[in-house]
T-cell receptor, first 114, second 110 residues
């Protein structure tokens, strides 16, 4: 079974621009979560989508948004990029039900904002 | 504020020894616990999960959960240099949003 895929793998953007990241979950998984990982803050939860609906949201500003499509693929958008948005953005998929909630991470998108 | 605490390390063990990684959590409502391994420059990889008090074994890995003490541990037997990585502990509660610890760096030296 194919794993979680994320595109692009690397991205360099300029402050003030916007960016869209894509994630394709494991086949059959309906939950997609997004995380930001930085050396200073560790792994921080952005939001989770389940069956095209945002089910949970972390403490990030409204510049960070996402959506999920009917095939469970998800996109994350960051508008008006700031230098502090430079990070590894990870997508994780899960079956999404019950307390098991094992998540499987994609390879990540390394975003650099200059 | 839900927190998961881990000693940042590094924890250094010789090859063949048992590595013991520990994690405490603040939310008594946490129900599920996960250990992830993350190699430098790579994404986290799920190693084990545990829901019930006691021990759970999978190959060289044993997860231990003590809900009364709010404590989770991961034992790695017969440690190999390839086990050198950062190990992340995560806990989830009713909201299913995992809270991750900052990770413990493990170094297994030959």
């Amino acid at each position: 079974k194919a794993g979680v895929t994320q595109t692009p793998r690397y991205l360099i953007k300029t402050r003030g621009q916007q960016v869209t990241l894509s994630c394709s979950p494991i086949s059959g998984h309906r939950s997609v979560s997004w995380y930001q990982q930085t050396p200073g803050q560790g792994l921080q939860f952005l939001f989770e989508y389940f069956s095209e609906t945002q089910r949970n949201k972390g403490n990030f500003p409204g510049r960070f948004s996402g959506r999920q499509f009917s095939n469970s693929r998800s996109e994350m958008n960051v508008s008006t990029l700031e230098l502090g948005d430079s990070a590894l953005y990870l997508c994780a998929s899960s079956l999404g039900g019950g307390v098991s909630y094992e998540q499987y991470f994609g390879p990540g998108t390394r975003l650099t904002v200059t | 504020q839900k927190e998961v605490e881990q000693n940042s390390g590094p924890l250094s063990v010789p090859e063949g020894a048992i590595a013991s990684l520990n994690c405490t959590y603040s939310d008594r409502g946490s129900q599920s616990f996960f250990w992830y391994r993350q190699y430098s420059g790579k994404s986290p990889e799920l190693i084990m999960f545990i829901y019930s008090n006691g021990d759970k074994e999978d190959g060289r890995f044993t997860a231990q959960l003590n809900k009364a003490s709010q404590y989770v541990s991961l034992l790695i037997r017969d440690s190999q240099p390839s086990d050198s990585a950062t190990y992340l502990c995560a806990a989830t509660g009713g909201s299913y949003i995992p809270t991750f610890g900052r990770g413990t760096s493990l170094i297994v030296h030959p």
